[in-house]
Every structure is written in C-alpha cells, then in structure tokens.
C-alpha cells in the first residue's frame, strides 16, 4: 500500500521551475519530519531537503540551497518542494519520506525514515 505519494514531476528546459508534492491519505505529514530525495541510476541516493515537525525548520544540500525551497501546508496536508533555476544535473528521481516522532531539527544527511514515497522523475534538459 502506497503511503507517500508523490507529483509534479515531468520534463523542463534548464532554468525552469517544478514543484513537487508529497501527499498521504494515511498520515497527517504536519505530524512527521519529512524529507525529500533524489536519485540517478548507478548512483547513491541523495538527501536534498528537509523539514522538521515541531517548528518547521529545514536543511538544503549545498548544491541546491537558494534554488529549492520545502514547505508546508497542513491544512492541505501536503509538503511542497519548489525548484528553481533547474538545472540538467537535477535530473534524478524524487522521493519523499516521512519519520515519525518529535524533531526540532533535521539534515538532509538523515537516511533513516519509516515510510518512502514511489518516486516521481524529474528531468531537466533542453
């Protein structure tokens, strides 16, 4: 059973803008710290950001920090990951996760989470 679901993915030409949601009809995200990530095939998934659940702080990996900005609206539950200024190493699939408990903070070089989303693709080309 799908948990996590992710969307707004697709293709878009370099300098252009997604964003991607992680929706659930099983939990209630504002509840639980949640991360997304990204992947390319033959390479090490990678932490790409994060938000926490007790004050919503968030982490951005430096290769995209003033780019990509995570958010929330619980009201929608639903956690947003706007990008900007896309670039073609962008390309990689998109996941979202979810950890339960309490978190005041949290880091993108977090890879423990309970619940994973299928993955959406990104690809970012002209």
């Known amino acids: 059973q799908v948990q996590l679901v992710e969307s707004g993915g697709g293709l878009v030409q370099p300098g252009g803008s997604l964003r991607l949601s992680c929706t659930s009809s099983?939990?209630?995200?504002?509840?639980?710290?949640i991360g997304w990530y990204r992947q390319v095939p033959g390479k090490e998934r990678e932490g790409v950001s994060c938000?926490?659940?007790?004050?919503?702080?968030?982490d951005y990996a430096d290769s995209v920090q003033g780019r990509f900005t995570i958010s929330r609206d619980n009201a929608k539950n639903v956690v947003y990951l706007q990008m900007d200024s896309l670039r073609p190493e962008d390309t990689a699939i998109y996941y979202c996760?979810?950890?339960?408990?309490?978190?005041?903070?949290?880091?993108?070089?977090?890879?423990?989470?309970?619940?994973w989303g299928q993955g959406i693709q990104v690809t970012v080309s002209s």
């Open positions: 938000i926490s659940n007790r004050n919503n702080r968030t």
């Open positions: 099983k939990f209630r995200l504002g509840e639980k710290l």
């Open positions: 996760a979810a950890e339960d408990g309490p978190f005041y903070y949290c880091s993108v070089y977090r890879t423990k989470f309970e619940h």
